[in-house]
């Protein structure tokens, strides 16, 4: 008995959506082809690049797929560790950038809460 929990059947679905949507699966199938064909980049970078986008977007079955894809273009273990490490960066990188939303908007809040008073000078 299949695991409920296990990854689902993808050929069954997929058949399911091109069963649903013919013409945009048929669509999309399309420009995904034309999108990871050699290009001004090769489609194994553009598969590395896919592995690292997968793991910002956090897209189990898109690591699984591109990982495979970018493998079999010809990509290495380590290209693709250092794809994932590149992606993680950039995933905190964004954080620590907007960061300053936060730092202006306590500086337009002048540094503090709403409706807070600063601390009485101390007279000598």
Not at 30 to 50: N, P
Not at 70 to 80: V, Y
Not at 117 to 124: K, L, N, V
């Amino acid at each position: 008995m299949p695991d409920p929990h296990g990854p689902p059947d993808l050929r069954a679905l997929a058949a399911k959506r091109r069963e649903l949507t013919p013409e945009a699966t048929a669509a999309f199938q399309s420009f995904q082809s034309k999108v990871f064909a050699d290009g001004a980049l090769d489609a194994r970078a553009k598969q590395i690049i896919a592995v690292a986008i997968a793991h910002v977007t956090q897209c189990e079955q898109c690591i699984r797929t591109h990982t495979k894809s970018a493998l079999r273009a010809g990509a290495t273990p380590q290209q693709l560790m250092e794809a994932a490490w590149v992606a993680a960066e950039m995933r905190a990188g964004g954080a620590y950038a907007h960061s300053n939303v936060m730092l202006a908007a306590i500086d337009e809040a002048g540094g503090q809460p709403p409706g807070a008073r600063s601390a009485p000078e101390a007279h000598p």
